[in-house]
């Protein structure tokens, strides 16, 4: 007996031990697959203390190098300098030199090799270079925002192919006027990790009646196409692949139209979240 309840004590000190042992191995493994922003965020102020999509890394989930590039760029939330503003001829500029350079685009197998040659692709009248990684800023209408990819088996590779809202992107047409066509828009994207409260679509709907200042990372698109037209059938329609993606910073103008909306002027913007919460103050008493 004595010696039967010692082979049992061995026993489990020794599960035990090699518990204790693999457990450490288990959480490393789960830190390494877990999207780990790597800087301190742009919109950490008011960003949520928990990630929906933790579990979802940069790369995704793809197969491929060029695949899995294209997703830690769409994921890059540590792009610094000071932002440039650009405009919409910009963004049809970029798509020129893109094209002009023979970079590959159209589809998911037709994706860059190296992403290195779109830095500084293009040169701005201002003489400022810019391309992928840089940091800018753009002014317009908000049109049609919603979630991406949403739906039992249409996931983004990007964000693990999870289908619901808090696991994809906010999709977002800017536009020139209310009522432009999405073949005229310019496109921005509010990825799900850390993703502000004020950022959801039901509060990007709110201010689609005046110019917003959309600032983020400069991203080639190379899965998709532009519109040649206002009636061409790619999806999602736009002027240009090149989007703010992912975005860092929401501004709402104080006033009504572009042209009083400079992207300079402070005096004209408030932070999204403080906007709602401005609004919400001045919202008279139930009746």
């Known amino acids: 007996m004595p010696r039967r309840s010692f082979s049992k004590a061995m026993v489990s000190a020794a599960f035990?031990?090699?518990t204790a042992v693999s457990l450490p191995v288990v959480r490393l493994a789960f830190a390494e697959e877990a999207f780990v922003p790597g800087c301190t965020l742009p919109w950490s102020a008011i960003a949520p203390k928990h990630d929906a999509n933790s579990a979802c890394p940069p790369e995704g989930?793809?197969?491929k190098e060029p695949h899995q590039a294209q997703n830690r760029a769409k994921n890059n939330v540590c792009a610094t300098a000071k932002p440039l503003t650009v405009t919409y001829d910009t963004f049809k500029a970029l798509q020129k030199?893109?094209?002009d350079d023979e970079i590959?685009?159209?589809?998911?197998n037709s994706l860059p090799g190296d992403r290195e040659s779109l830095r500084d692709i293009y040169k701005m009248p201002s003489g400022k270079r810019i391309g992928e990684g840089s940091v800018v800023r753009y002014v317009g209408f908000i049109s049609h925002p919603r979630y991406s990819n949403t739906g039992k088996g249409k996931g983004e590779s990007v964000?693990?192919?999870?289908?619901d809202k808090e696991n994809n992107d906010i999709h977002i047409d800017l536009v020139r006027q209310p009522g432009d066509p999405a073949c005229r828009s310019v496109t921005a994207e509010v990825i799900p990790h850390f993703r502000p409260a004020a950022w959801e679509v039901d509060k990007l709907k709110l201010v689609m009646d005046r110019p917003v200042r959309i600032t983020g990372h400069l991203f080639f698109d190379a899965a998709?196409?532009?519109?040649?037209n206002d009636?061409?059938?790619?999806?999602?329609?736009r002027i240009s692949i090149w989007e703010i993606h992912p975005v860092y910073a929401i501004d709402v103008c104080r006033e009504k139209t572009l042209k009083a909306c400079p992207?300079?002027?402070r005096t004209k913007w408030l932070a999204l979240d403080q906007w709602l919460n401005t609004e919400e103050d001045e919202a008279p008493e139930n009746e």
């Open 159 to 163: 964000n693990c192919k999870l289908p």
């Open 224 to 228: 998709h196409r532009p519109c040649r």
């Open 16 to 18: 035990l031990t090699a």
């Open 97 to 99: 030199k893109a094209e």
């Open 231 to 237: 009636e061409d059938k790619v999806a999602p329609k």
């Open 104 to 108: 590959p685009f159209g589809s998911s």
């Open 263 to 265: 992207a300079e002027d």
């Open 61 to 63: 989930k793809a197969d």
